[in-house]
């Protein structure tokens, strides 16, 4: 896949569960993301879940091992709405951090419904930056808070750049702010940034969003039926592009810790 990823799609009746879990483990270490396309899916959440427990400890939250990503009828927060949402990392507010994420796609948006997915490699991307802007980066640590009206939230502290705890690589940590076009953004995260000048923090984070949208080293994942994503979470950045309210989108998300599981460093 352009610009990283690899994809592989089944043949004809050829179900998820066959694949060995070893290899795909190395497939998402090696190429940061994986598209299995095709493949006959577990219907049932639990079944979905019990494959993964195969990778290893499946991390559980207050709702279970899987969440169920769709639109709510009254959303408190971003993740339960249309809006987009900002690049981030999962688990930043959590006591430990999981290594891969498995998204399964139930129903997708039509083609001019907006909601994929975005993904942006942070490895490749500060492999190949300017020397001198990760030296400015590598000063910046930023805290971030956000309410907890649904399974997450609280505060969180992190240096923009994080080594990764399996490949020891450096990764970029950034929950990117809202965009201000979007008012109605439910559950708005606030940003505190030590490191930089408070005049120099628009610059700042313009050269954020300009590095983390470069098609270089980021893509945005248009969801078909079935589809299942298997991701670093470490490596990679995410968010969601806004859909359009009441759009047919649906996914599935599983949570794997490492092994051993990486403690959360954010929180001190």
Not at 72 to 78: E, F, K, L, R
Not at 204 to 224: E, I, K, N, V, Y
Request: with cysteine.
């Amino acid at each position: 896949m352009e610009p990283f990823g690899v994809r592989s799609r089944a043949e004809r009746g050829q179900r998820l569960t066959e694949l060995p879990v070893p290899a795909l483990r190395e497939l998402v270490r090696t190429h940061r993301l994986v598209l299995l396309r095709g493949y006959e899916v577990p219907a049932e959440a639990e079944q979905l879940a019990a494959w993964c427990r195969q990778w290893g400890e499946v991390m559980s939250w207050p709702f279970g091992d899987v969440l169920e990503l769709r639109e709510a009828q009254d959303p408190t927060d971003h993740i339960f709405d249309c809006s987009s949402v900002p690049f981030h990392w999962d688990g930043m507010y959590k006591p430990f951090v999981p290594e891969f994420q498995v998204f399964h796609c139930l129903r997708a948006p039509g083609p001019e419904d907006g909601g994929a997915t975005t993904f942006c490699d942070t490895v490749r991307l500060l492999d190949e930056a300017d020397p001198g802007l990760l030296d400015r980066w590598r000063r910046v640590t930023v805290t971030y808070r956000i309410g907890q009206v649904v399974h997450y939230g609280g505060k969180a502290v992190s240096p923009l750049l994080v080594e990764h705890p399996v490949s020891g690589a450096p990764t970029l940590r950034f929950n990117a702010p809202p965009p201000e076009e979007e008012p109605d953004f439910l559950n708005r995260p606030a940003h505190e940034f030590a490191g930089v000048g408070a005049e120099d923090v628009p610059e700042l984070l313009a050269g954020l969003r300009a590095a983390l949208t470069d098609p270089r080293w980021s893509l945005a994942h248009a969801w078909q039926d079935g589809d299942v994503v298997l991701a670093d979470n470490h490596a990679l950045l995410h968010g969601r592009e806004r859909f359009r309210s009441r759009a047919p989108r649906h996914l599935r998300r599983v949570h794997l810790l490492g092994d051993p599981a990486h403690a959360n460093p954010a929180l001190g």
